[in-house]
């Protein structure tokens, strides 16, 4: 799976096409994510005798193949490559510009801190 946790995606297909979150959750024995405030579904719960009832919302998983991820250098819609150095782990890279994608959400995550 091309897809990690922290990557920034854009929804390409179904309800919630043309919106961008964040990936939360990585399933990968059946290639699914989980992305902030997409797919949202409504749980509702039965009451019992100790506790009352309600209506939980959360985000459904949905398969990988309904969006694309954004780069975090040029901020474009790409595919993600690997580059695999004589020396050291393989990395992702943008298909686009060619930078790193780990590098870039490592920067991104250390300016928020």
């Given at each position: 799976?091309?897809?990690?946790v922290?990557d920034?995606?854009?929804?390409?297909?179904?309800?919630?096409?043309?919106k961008?979150?964040?990936?939360?959750?990585?399933?990968?024995?059946?290639?699914?994510i989980?992305?902030?405030?997409?797919?949202?579904?409504?749980?509702?719960i039965?009451?019992?005798?100790?506790?009352a009832?309600?209506k939980i919302?959360?985000?459904?998983?949905?398969?990988?193949?309904?969006?694309?991820?954004?780069?975090?250098?040029?901020n474009?819609?790409?595919r993600?490559?690997?580059?695999?150095?004589?020396?050291?782990?393989?990395y992702?890279?943008?298909?686009?510009c060619?930078?790193?994608i780990?590098?870039?959400i490592?920067?991104?995550?250390?300016?928020k801190?």
């Open positions: 799976m091309k897809f990690k922290q920034k995606v854009l929804v390409v297909a179904g309800k919630y096409k043309g961008t979150g964040k990936v939360m959750r990585v399933y990968k024995k059946t290639n699914r989980t992305v902030e405030k997409i797919n949202i579904r409504t749980k509702h039965k009451k019992t005798s100790t506790r009832g309600q919302q959360y985000e459904a998983p949905f398969d990988v193949s309904n969006v694309m991820a954004i780069c975090p250098n040029c474009k819609t790409t993600i490559g690997y580059n695999i150095p004589e020396k050291g782990k393989k992702r890279i943008c298909k686009k060619g930078e790193s780990e590098q870039a490592s920067k991104v995550e250390k300016k801190k």
